[in-house]
């Protein structure tokens, strides 16, 4: 070795049995938790995995339909009692896959669509009940709301009578008076959420998993 040049063989020693793959994580990588891997999704995988999971869920809907994309009139999945379909008794389940939590400005629009719905088609029956599924599930604002009826149900209300934010805004007369007499009327606990951890368990029941 020539005098003057030193030579850093520290690069050289072998990797501690800390920092070594094992050939499984160099073949399909880190496993990620359950909870993970559906944030992962789209938003076709998120209402496809809702979809899965309402199959399972007892007591045993007659059908479990998605009608997810445009036009959907803010049903993303349902889940029929009977073959009457949106005729009689009827579940919803409104997917939305955030990379933040549901925030009330992002349900205000969602629970609009229900109560149109009658109004565009009177054959339609209000759901028994409507279920926001998020993977990040609600804003701790939207959840103490969704945990009061009465409070929910009277602040939309002044999103209807106020008309300040866009759908709301662009409401015709008949039709905000219809959905203003409607809302007065329903009991909003019929509004509620499907917390992720309980979403995943019980898809495991299925054999979709």
């Known amino acids: 070795m020539e005098e003057g040049v030193a030579i850093n063989l520290r690069h050289l020693d072998p990797p501690s049995p800390s920092t ?6 160099a073949e399909h990588g880190p496993r990620l938790s359950p909870r993970k891997v559906i944030q ?3 938003a076709d995988e998120w209402e496809v995995f809702i979809e899965e999971w309402a199959t399972g869920l007892l007591p045993k809907y007659v059908t479990v339909q998605r009608f997810g994309g445009s036009g959907d009139r803010g049903i993303d999945v349902a889940g029929f009692k009977t073959a009457r379909g949106f005729e009689a008794e009827w579940d919803c389940f409104q997917a939305k896959h955030y990379d933040k939590s549901l925030t009330p400005s992002i ?24 279920s926001f599924i998020a993977p990040r599930g609600l804003s701790t604002s939207l959840a103490h709301l969704i945990s009061t009826p009465n409070e929910l149900r009277k602040q939309f209300l002044v999103q209807v009578e106020s008309g300040e934010t866009k759908p709301f805004r ?12 409607l809302a007065s009327a329903t009991d909003f606990s019929m509004f509620g959420s499907v917390e992720v951890l309980a979403l995943i368990t019980q898809h495991a029941s299925t054999p979709y998993h």
């Open 20 to 25: 070594v793959l094992t050939s499984a994580q």
């Open 40 to 42: 992962t999704y789209d």
């Open 107 to 130: 349900a205000w629009p969602e629970i609009l669509k229900v109560f149109l719905l009658p109004f565009i088609n009177p054959l339609y029956a209000l759901p028994s009940s409507y």
């Open 170 to 181: 662009e409401l015709e007369g008949p039709a905000r008076s219809a959905v203003y007499a």
